[in-house]
């Protein structure tokens, strides 16, 4: 039996001679594993990032599955010649291939609508990937609440209870007052807002750091994350 369904490539592992095993969240089945011949149809699906169309033998109680055909159904021709942006997108495909494992349509699809916005949008786009993180959160069903906050309040993010609270804090489980109320303001906004929003290296790179503080309590452990040498290059 042959299934067709979208997919983005989070991750790829060495196999055999001219093959690896790549890890694909799919739209339609969550995350499988497929065994990829390295040939000229099929070495789309080594590239973390791809977004592709693919079709598959789907056979009941397999943990790998053999591609029929791929193709890309979404070009990232910006980030691919964007060292900022692919540095983002490096980071947030390996998270991702911790985070997502079910199916999940509504993931998959805030996933390549976000990552495309990144690779069309040629206005400023700093903080990015820690809204991104945000959302991821928000969809997981683990941040906060902040509707009945007011605005401009000064909050703190407990990681541990996971709640913004009003009260001053020195705790190694609260977030800094400075980089707590940009995580609240970041929460509140779209990508396409990001163009007004200005938010430093510095302050980015530490918010960046907390929330992948806050997924590890909340989500799935991200202490082991390879990527995370190279979050100081991003802006």
Same mark, same amino acid.
């Given at each position: 039996?042959?299934?067709?369904?979208?997919?983005i490539v989070l991750r790829t592992y060495p196999f055999r001679e001219n093959q690896c095993i790549s890890k694909v969240f799919t739209r339609e089945f969550g995350t499988l594993s497929f065994i990829v011949k390295k040939t000229k149809n099929q +070495? /789309?699906?080594?590239?973390?990032? @791809?977004? +592709? *169309?693919l079709t598959f033998q789907n056979s009941k109680n397999k943990t790998l599955f053999f591609v029929k055909e791929a193709y890309i159904c979404l070009p990232y021709g910006n980030i691919l010649f964007n060292n900022k942006k692919l540095t983002i997108c490096i980071v947030l495909c390996e998270i991702l291939s911790k985070c997502l494992q079910e !199916? @999940?349509?509504?993931?998959?699809?805030?996933?390549?609508?976000?990552?495309?916005?990144? @690779?069309?949008?040629? *206005? !400023?786009?700093?903080?990015f990937n820690s809204l991104f993180l945000i959302k991821l959160c928000q969809l997981h069903g683990v941040w906060p609440h902040v509707d009945g906050a007011e605005s401009g309040l000064l909050v703190q993010l407990d990681i541990i209870q996971g709640v913004f609270i009003t009260d001053e804090v020195d705790s190694k489980t609260v977030i800094p007052q400075k980089e707590s109320n940009e995580i609240y303001k970041l929460s509140m906004l779209e990508f396409d807002q990001l163009n007004t929003y200005n938010l430093s290296e510095e302050v980015n790179n530490s918010i960046f750091n907390f929330i992948i503080t806050y997924i590890s309590e909340h989500l799935?452990?991200?202490?082991?994350? !390879?990527? /995370?040498? /190279? /979050?100081?290059e991003l802006n």
């Open positions: 039996m042959f299934d067709s369904t979208k997919g +070495v /789309i699906l080594s590239q973390p990032l @791809n977004v +592709v *169309e !199916k @999940n349509i509504e993931l998959f699809d805030f996933v390549t609508t976000s990552f495309d916005w990144l @690779n069309k949008t040629k *206005e !400023k786009y700093s903080g799935t452990s991200l202490k082991s994350l !390879k990527s /995370i040498r /190279i /979050i100081k």
